[in-house]
């Protein structure tokens, strides 16, 4: 899931560029990470899409994903 201030103005005390990707697996695994972009929102959608792929990607490679909240 993605959810955040796209931009251009804050939302919800968080500045604009704020992303957060979260990931829930198969194990029952649950975990998000946060992220800051700039201040272009079309920018900061694109951004925040790749960045999940990313995620995803490592998941499925067996990468680490460094700087994540974990729920157990």
Do not use: C
């Amino acid at each position: 899931s993605l959810t955040g201030a796209a931009g251009p103005s804050s939302l919800e005390g968080e500045i604009p560029g704020t992303v957060w990707v979260g990931i829930d697996t198969k194990e029952n695994e649950t975990f998000a990470k946060k992220f800051h972009f700039g201040y272009k929102r079309n920018l900061n959608r694109e951004y925040s899409v790749w960045s999940a792929f990313n995620m995803v990607r490592q998941l499925l490679v067996g990468e680490t994903i460094a700087d994540t909240v974990k729920k157990k």
